[in-house]
DNA sequence: TCGCGTCGTTTCATTATTTTCAACGGCATT
DNA sequence: AATGCCGTTGAAAATAATGAAACGACGCGA
């Protein structure tokens, strides 16, 4: 493993645990030695991604994380360009609506308007969501770089509930669908009562970077409702893919 | 230099360059060898940090960032606490606001909310404000880390207008003041014709963590003006503070 | 008050990685 | 066809990272 992946990794451990984090626990949590660890960090003290409060040793994430977030939504808008189009469906809706990108490490939510209703979905920004088990992740399978959507749909899936797709074969025929009518509907294969729809957004190859979801209780949808999110899911993600790529962006549909 | 330390300045290469560089650029923009720059980026890549168009080679910062940045929102919700203030401030005065915070790399405007005149004041999300030429920076400065004031205040201050801060003494006394009004009064320091007032953002030892800010074209404001928004940011910035660190936050201020 | 364990930190020889230089093939321009 | 630049790869040399051990500091319980 690379010193630089080792130091990701260093950031990843210091992201998904508590706010702030002390020596030792990170060392365990990463599994490298505690004099690793700690040398990592201050290189990465150095560089201002990690922060490290005076009094109590502890480290946390630091303010140049956001910096370099900054710089890089300068140049690729991702969430500027997509809060508005979701903030557009969830008010459309009354569902809770979001927005996820796809980074190595999987399809992460970025962006979330709840719904205003007592009875609603929460999806956490940050969150993981698995490629099997999401209307979002089928979405962007069904459009995904080929070699990401292979590694993705060999199986080994996580069960969530008693409805997560398990079987390879059914996942593909999915995404299949998916693929065919520009939008994937997903039951209860994360969560249990809750039924979504969602639809990639392309850059200009016609391949998925990311997913645009509605979410909502399954006691208050229909099939014919999820249709229609649908509809309004697939054309929130060509606008966005449009204002993001410009213009050009075009399904790579199996011949059409 | 450590390579996470090059690994890092990387980063900062391709987000302060294009949106998308090539190979050769950044390994003359950050002055390492080719093949390095390289091995650098693909280890970058398989983190997620970095991501590379696959028909053009061009790299750019990836979606990883992003996940760390939403991460590190989630245990220290800084943007999401200081957003709202810095909308309430850029709506009370009509002038524009804005929000920084400090790192290792100096202090960044996180963000801003432009006054609704034609005649506005434009900050770049993500710019760098010198500590020494800004109001923000000198409000900051004031309830700095006295390290970090230390190093900032040595002298070597670059000049962007013939009203600059350049003489470590007169900048000693204009923090002197801002650390006993609470707030600082920037006069075209940093951009000429404009001013503006800031304060700092505090944490629970009373040390500042970033700024708030109110800037305003020259020939609108008054001193009283000024000194009104003064009382308006620091306000503001106690406020952020105290959602912030928990309301323990006492300014360190001179045995008073 | 006195150990005891844990923590963060530092040192140093060993190990492993990274760096550098050179060379190669591809590609576009000349 | 030739030239120049690019991205990529190989292999020896240089450098940085590693892990065990040890140290002082701190908090805890006896």
Redesign the pocket.
């Known amino acids: 493993?690379?010193?630089?992946g080792?130091a990701v990794s260093l950031l990843d451990v210091l992201g998904s645990g508590g706010a702030e984090m002390?020596?030792?626990?990170i060392?365990r949590a990463a599994d490298?030695?505690?004099?690793?660890t700690?040398?990592?960090l201050?290189?990465l003290i150095d560089n201002g991604l990690v922060e490290?409060d005076g009094g109590t040793?502890?480290y946390r994430l630091g303010a140049g994380i956001a910096r370099l977030a900054l710089m890089r939504e300068a140049h690729f808008p991702f969430l500027r360009t997509g809060a508005p189009v979701v903030e557009r469906l969830a008010a459309a809706t009354g569902e809770t609506a979001h927005l996820s990108e796809h980074s190595r490490r999987g399809l992460v939510s970025v962006h979330v308007v709840e719904s205003a209703r007592a009875n609603r979905i929460f999806v956490p920004l940050g969150e993981q969501l698995p490629l099997h088990a999401t209307a979002s992740g089928i979405a962007f399978l069904a459009f995904a770089e080929p070699r990401v959507r292979a590694a993705a749909m060999t199986g080994g899936f996580e069960i969530y509930t008693p409805h997560t797709i398990v079987d390879p074969a059914s996942l593909a025929s999915h995404v299949e669908d998916a693929r065919r009518r520009g939008y994937s509907i997903g039951s209860q294969g994360f969560e249990e009562g809750v039924d979504s729809a969602a639809a990639p957004i392309l850059n200009a190859a016609g391949l998925a970077t990311g997913a645009i979801a509605l979410a909502a209780p399954r006691s208050r949808v229909t099939r014919g409702d999820l249709d229609r999110y649908g509809m309004l899911v697939a054309a929130a993600g060509r606008e966005i893919g449009e204002r993001l790529y410009g213009g050009g962006a075009t399904p790579q549909l199996k011949q059409a």
Do not use: G, I, N, Y
Not at 22 to 25: I, N
């Open positions: 493993m690379s010193t630089v080792k002390a020596l030792a626990d060392a490298f030695d505690k004099a690793t700690r040398r990592l201050v290189a490290q040793r502890l």
